[in-house]
């Protein structure tokens, strides 16, 4: 079982920059794939980055490509999501999730935090 603790949250300008941070307990994420989701009010949970296990291959979701990186310690059991140039469309809560395999094209997200809040204010 793995536990997937969120934080770096926070209220930012449009234009300002944040970095979340995903601390995992319990089992070792090292060989797992995980995942940076957002919600936002009254819409549905959308995709927004993922990293292979290795932390060697990454993909984005197109609305945050160019902006948002994510990467990992394996060592540290955590998992991170730099936000630069936020808008206020990237207001959610950020939730990280555990991929029950290596890939991130295979395999389903199984594990979920209970997220941190974004806002990006105009």
């Known amino acids: 079982q793995v536990q997937l603790v969120e934080s770096g949250g926070g209220l930012v300008q449009a234009g300002g920059s944040l970095r979340l941070s995903c601390a995992a307990s319990?089992?070792?994420?090292?060989?797992?794939?995980m995942g940076w989701f957002r919600q936002a009010p009254g819409k549905e949970r959308e995709f927004v980055a993922a990293?292979?296990?290795?932390?060697?291959?990454?993909l984005y979701a197109d609305s945050v490509k160019g902006r948002f990186t994510i990467s990992r310690d394996n060592a540290k059991n955590t998992v991170y999501l730099q936000m630069n140039s936020l808008k206020p469309e990237d207001t959610a809560v950020y939730y990280c999730?555990?991929?029950?395999?290596?890939?991130?094209?295979?395999?389903?997200?199984?594990?979920w935090g209970r997220g941190t809040q974004v806002t990006a204010s105009s």
């Open positions: 319990g089992r070792t994420i090292s060989s797992y794939a």
């Open positions: 999730a555990t991929n029950s395999a290596g890939s991130y094209y295979t395999g389903t997200y199984f594990s």
């Open positions: 990293i292979s296990w290795s932390g060697g291959s990454t």
